[in-house]
């Protein structure tokens, strides 16, 4: 396939590639791919949905790396040393940070209450009264994308920083990424347009009522912009010759620590990112609408796909192997 006819192919696409707004890639450290699709341009961004949360574990990596926090066997309560644990709870106080990063945090829920923490004023503390539950820590994998709004808490609580500052400062600043700014509004019909709006936005993050960004969603990022992600993920946490976070953590952050369940499309989990097999050469965030990191350190090539809201699309990485791959081989 060529990238006249990638271009066609997702511009007249009525199925799963119909969403798709751009696509940027990099092997080396060079661009060898970029293109763009439904009105957007290269310097747009859109909401990468849960790539917010491989940003996070970034994050929580500097934070580890600056000593802000002290480790993932770190319990998540020393971290919220005022918060009032609901009567008769016990099991919050064993949960560490490493069950938040790896989804293993027990939850009093059987489904996400995404209405009772998102009309809250406080989302994190929302969060919190989530943790824990009369099963105890069963170190079962369950998909919060509520409970790691817990995080964003964290780093705020161990930096004194904003969520958003600390991105700015020690993230996107170093990698060359725009400075963000929190999106403001949070009311459930603002809500509702940040995540089904089809045209480019600006570069913000979904935040609370407190100004606290959502840690599980609403970042929004150019393919150029987590291309980039990716290429420091390549270069052991390095970019442009700085050590944005260290090698030791995205080793961590990338090791098929856990097997998935079918559900999951059999991938493997580290700290908020998926590794495609257990070797770990191929690793990705990812989120809904097939917002994509995808970072394959056999070939030394990064890929950032954005998309639009559109249901049953989890992934991308099939699609990016067979066709945005597909562009340079022999190269």
């Known amino acids: 396939m060529t990238a006249e006819e990638l271009h066609r192919m997702v511009e007249e696409s009525k199925g799963n590639e119909s969403n798709i707004c751009q696509i940027y890639a990099m092997k080396d450290g060079a661009t060898f791919y970029e293109d763009s699709w439904r009105g957007f341009g290269t310097a747009d961004t859109a909401n990468v949905m849960s790539v917010t949360k491989g940003v996070m574990a970034v994050l929580a990596g500097i934070a580890a790396d600056k000593g802000f926090i002290g480790g993932t066997k770190d319990k998540v309560l020393d971290y ?47 969060a919190l009264d989530l943790l824990g539950g009369r099963s105890g820590i069963t170190g079962d994998f369950k998909y919060a994308t509520l409970g790691i709004q817990i995080f964003a808490g964290v780093i705020e609580k161990a930096s004194g920083m904003r969520c958003i ?48 960004v959502t840690a599980g969603w609403g970042l929004t990022l150019s393919a150029r912009d987590m291309a980039k992600i990716g ?12 050590q944005v976070v260290s090698e030791k953590w995205v080793e961590k952050m990338t090791s098929p620590l856990q097997k998935l369940p079918e559900t999951f499309g059999g991938l493997y989990y580290g700290y908020l990112w998926y590794t495609i097999d257990e070797s770990g050469k191929v690793c990705a965030a990812i989120g809904d609408g097939g917002n994509l990191i995808y970072v394959n350190r056999e070939k030394n090539i990064s890929v950032g796909v954005t998309g639009t809201f559109k249901p049953r699309i989890f992934d991308r990485v099939e699609f990016v192997e067979k066709n945005v791959l597909g562009l340079i081989s022999g190269i």
Request: proline letters at 7%; glycine letters at 8%.
């Open 231 to 242: 290429q420091m993920m390549l270069n052991g946490g390095k970019y442009g010759g700085a």
């Open 80 to 126: 919220f040393p005022g918060y009032k644990v609901k009567r008769g709870e016990k099991t919050i106080y064993d949960v560490t940070l490493e069950h938040l990063l790896t989804m293993t945090a027990p939850y009093k829920y059987r489904s996400e209450p995404w209405k009772k923490v998102c009309t809250s004023d406080d989302w994190t503390v929302a």
């Open 165 to 212: 500052d600390f991105a700015n400062e020690y993230l996107f600043k170093p990698l060359g990424i725009p400075e963000h700014r929190v999106h403001g509004d949070s009311s459930k019909e603002d809500q509702f347009d940040f995540l089904m709006n089809k045209n480019p936005r600006e570069n913000e993050w979904y935040s609370d009522p407190q100004g606290t």
